[in-house]
């Protein structure tokens, strides 16, 4: 007969080093197709958003959904609502996840959807890790701000530029180059929601006034009029790190000519006037 022969230790010590050096081999590979999926899925949801936001222009004359949300008057035509309880009343403190979730479920573009997912990116992990429970947000969306009031005296900064500002779908010139929804990573400490829509004046300076999310590794996505999605890799050496809060976002970058994700945004921002565009 035979006798079993165990493996001896050098020959264990092998095989797990060959099992590390695959391990370290197919992680990255394992990292970047999980983060491919979770693009895919946010330009899903981008998608899903644009389609309900033309559905409803559509019921409505083509006027746009109002994208600034706040608690002055919880029954107009917001296209999200803030947090609320059963009762319909807005929670002023710290907001339970099915607060959040009520709140988007009560807005007016969720009939053309019918689920809560479509509005949070699946690498948005704050209502999960945010050390402050306030500011444990789960909309991972926003609307550009000229799209959310479309009225005078919205912003000191948009009075002189009204005109400009599209207030029904049909004025989104070029809707193939125009984005409608951006991906925001809010983190004003005086509200428990994302109220406002994303803030970018242009034809101001070329300053980024609220930050863009950065779900995606280096890229955002952008969701356009015409109901296609894009994702956006930053390529300025100073944007994402204005994006990560090591550079104040009040920082005045480089010329547009220079600042390619600036000048992008620019190019895409819905706006009616194209002479007013960098050249």
């Known amino acids: 007969m ?24 197919l992680m990255p590979a394992l990292k970047a197709a999980k983060e491919l999926a979770r693009g895919s899925n946010c330009m899903a949801n981008q998608r899903s958003l644009v389609l309900a936001y033309t559905m409803y222009a559509g019921d409505n004359d083509s006027r746009l959904v109002r994208g600034h949300v706040d608690t002055a008057n919880l029954d107009s035509p917001m296209w999200v609502l ?26 007016a573009l969720y009939s053309y959807i019918r689920d809560h997912e479509m509005f949070h990116c699946p690498g948005d992990n704050r209502y999960q890790t945010g050390a402050d429970e306030r500011q444990r947000m789960y909309r991972s969306y926003v609307i550009p701000d000229i799209l959310s009031a479309a009225r005078k005296g919205f912003h000191s900064w948009t009075e002189a530029r009204y005109k400009y500002f599209p207030r029904r779908l049909e004025e989104i010139t070029h809707a193939g180059l125009k984005y409608v929804f951006v991906e925001s990573e809010f983190q004003n400490p005086n509200f428990n929601y994302d109220h406002g829509g994303w803030s970018f004046a242009p034809w101001i300076d070329t300053r980024w006034i609220d930050e863009l999310a950065t779900f995606h590794s280096k890229s955002a996505t952008f969701g356009f009029a015409d109901g296609h999605a894009e994702k956006h890799k930053w390529v300025h050496s100073e944007t994402w790190r204005i994006f990560n809060e090591d550079i104040p976002i009040d920082t005045l970058l480089p010329p547009a000519g220079i600042n390619e994700d600036w000048r992008w945004c620019w190019e895409h921002f819905p706006y009616l006037h194209e002479s007013e565009k960098p050249r």
């Open 2 to 25: 035979f006798k079993k022969r165990a493996f001896t230790l050098i020959e264990l010590l092998v095989v797990i080093a060959v099992i590390a050096v695959l391990m370290a081999i």
């Open 82 to 107: 803030p947090p609320i309880d059963q009762s319909g009343a807005y929670i002023s403190d710290t907001p339970l996840l099915q607060d959040r979730i009520r709140g988007i479920r009560r807005g």
